[in-house]
């Protein structure tokens, strides 16, 4: 089955301690998305990549950057994690030609310590 | 005033009940409303999808869409425990525009 893949599902770093979390997906869209939730909290769209366009969102802190070597991956990299980091991190694609809906991977939980 | 409004809930029902659940906006250029349906610890999941007012049913999911009150509602028919989650609403403004969503509403459907 065609899917958003995120790896690792649960990840545990040391505060300040870079961390790299990454989504591939085998939809073949044009558009991947990074989302952060907090528990019981909306999805935030941190940034997304149309195509190779990156779009940050504008209240999304400089401590996180991505990456997208190619259509299949995208990376998101946090620099120096504080506590306040700790969250589920969503990876989403969508269609962007056609404004079909987004499609999700089951996230990566980050840790603190 | 948010974006997009959701009661948190949480929301319990006995099994069998219909549910409705539903999400107020404030900006009336939205055009396009979803519903993500997410289960503890894993993504959310696309329900429904419609496109501007109106109605739109799949097997014990309907969705309605009111442009004019800004309102958008989807109920549940013989709601299941298996469809306790936390349900999302989200929608866009138009043709390759992000989508904004709202907080979700914990539903629990009780046995």
């Known amino acids: 089955d065609a899917m958003v893949i995120q790896n690792p599902r649960y990840q545990v770093t040391q505060f300040g301690k870079p961390v790299t979390l990454s989504c591939s997906q085998t939809?073949?869209?044009?558009?991947m998305y990074w989302y952060q939730q907090k528990s019981s909290q909306a999805p935030k769209l941190l940034f997304h990549?149309?195509?190779?366009?990156?779009?940050n969102e504008a209240d999304t802190p400089d401590n996180f950057q991505s990456r997208r070597p190619n259509t299949s991956f995208c990376f998101l990299d946090i620099r120096s994690p504080g506590l306040g980091d700790a969250a589920m991190y969503l990876c989403?694609?969508?269609?962007?030609?056609?404004?079909?809906?987004?499609?999700f991977g089951d996230g990566t939980r980050l840790s603190i310590l | 005033q948010k974006e997009v409004e959701q009661d948190p809930g949480p929301l319990s029902v006995p099994e069998g009940a219909i549910v409705s659940l539903n999400c107020t906006y404030s900006?009336?250029?939205?055009?396009?409303f979803m519903w993500y349906r997410q289960y503890s610890r894993k993504g959310p999941e696309l329900l429904m999808y419609?496109?501007?007012?109106g109605n739109k049913e799949d097997g014990r999911f309907t969705a309605q869409v009111d442009k004019s009150s800004k309102y958008i509602s989807l109920f549940i028919r013989d709601s299941q425990p298996s469809d306790s989650a936390t349900y999302l609403c989200?929608?866009?403004?138009?043709?390759?525009?992000?989508?904004?969503f709202g907080p979700g509403t914990r539903l629990s459907v009780l046995p």
């Open positions: 419609t496109y501007s007012s």
């Open positions: 939809l073949n869209h044009n558009v």
């Open positions: 900006n009336s250029a939205f055009q396009y």
């Open positions: 989403a694609t969508s269609n962007g030609d056609s404004n079909q809906p987004q499609h």
């Open positions: 990549y149309y195509d190779k366009d990156f779009n």
């Open positions: 989200a929608m866009s403004l138009a043709y390759g525009q992000n989508f904004v």
